[in-house]
């Protein structure tokens, strides 16, 4: 099993930034993607961005040119770096890792208890 800790939200004014973090432990040798996702009350989870063992990351058109998506393949650790924040992007993110046997399909999906995010205005 892979265990999923999120950590660096908080409240945060409008234009402000923050850095998430995921640190992944347990069986990490079946991990080949990471993802954030986010939830607001009342609203679907939605993905955020993610990354693949080849690099290849995805961005959701609200978060592109704000948010940068990386990874620390040593340290097991997915990180969000987030700019000119907005009061939309107020939600719980969630960290998420999977391993893909195919480019469509995948196992072993593992998700982080979340960390809460707030932006004021």
């Known amino acids: 099993q892979v265990q999923l800790v999120e950590s660096g939200g908080g409240l945060v004014q409008a234009g402000g930034s923050l850095r998430l973090s995921c640190a992944a432990s347990?069986?990490?040798?079946?991990?080949?993607?990471m993802g954030w996702y986010r939830q607001a009350p009342g609203k679907q989870r939605e993905l955020v961005a993610d990354i693949r063992n080849s690099g290849s990351t995805n961005y959701a058109d609200s978060v592109k040119g704000r948010f940068t998506i990386s990874r620390d393949n040593a340290k097991n650790t997915v990180y969000l770096q987030m700019n000119s924040l907005k009061p939309t992007d107020t939600a719980v993110y969630y960290c998420?890792?999977?391993?893909?046997?195919?480019?469509?399909?995948?196992?072993?999906?593992?998700w982080g208890q979340g960390t809460q995010v707030t932006v004021s205005s």
């Open positions: 347990g069986s990490t040798f079946r991990i080949n993607y």
């Open positions: 998420n890792t999977r391993y893909y046997f195919s480019s469509s399909s995948y196992i072993n999906d593992y």
